[in-house]
């Protein structure tokens, strides 16, 4: 059995200067490129996902709440939906797109090319006997959280690399920590 590593979102209109910066974002990337350019960091998997927006209805507004509506993002054909430069020629073993349609948040909600018969996520590491999960990228209060909750729903092993997380909000990390604890999510 193998442990993958899950790269979340760490896309430009994530990082800072994009459409939804998170502070931090910039410097999650560069150092999960850090720990991928030595022996792709041990792990037997790497994969990521990616906000892959053509049209989610009202996950997208002019006056977004910031809960469960936000600014146009990680529209497909963008700049903004494309990994950060630090990752851009990571050779990742599979890419999971999530939420052309609609809002997504966890990275097992999305499948290879984004398509409603693709690959997912959860049947991918299946296949490939993933056992243990470390899950790194942004934001940690977001899509971070969602997918590490959703690993160990699923009956895997997971750790959170807290050092290679950044949240949008610090001021939530205490709430999502105690959910981590309650739903058998390490934090490292």
Request: glycine share 10%; proline share 4%; hydrophobic share 40%.
């Amino acid at each position: 059995m193998f442990t993958a590593l899950i790269v979340v979102d760490v896309q430009n209109d994530f990082c800072e200067g994009g459409a939804l910066g998170v502070d931090g974002g910039q410097a999650v990337a560069r150092k999960v490129a850090e720990l991928l350019s030595d022996e792709r960091g041990g792990y037997g998997c790497v994969v990521a996902s990616r906000d892959h927006h053509i049209d989610p209805g009202a996950h997208f507004s002019s006056t977004p709440d910031f809960v469960d509506s936000w600014p146009p993002h990680c529209v497909v054909g963008t700049p903004g939906q494309d990994f950060h430069p630090a990752l851009a020629d990571f050779d990742f073993d599979a890419v999971f797109d999530k939420g052309s349609y609609s809002a997504a948040y966890s990275a097992f909600e999305g499948s290879i090319g984004g398509h409603e018969d693709g690959e997912t996520l959860v049947d991918w590491l299946v296949r490939h006997k993933v056992s243990h999960v470390d899950v790194v990228g942004i934001a940690t209060d977001h899509c971070v959280r969602a997918t590490a909750l959703d690993a160990a729903a699923e009956g895997f092993t997971t750790t959170v690399i807290g050092e290679l997380t950044a949240a949008v909000d610090p001021g939530n990390l205490q709430r999502v920590r105690d959910e981590f604890a309650e739903n058998d999510v390490r934090i490292r």
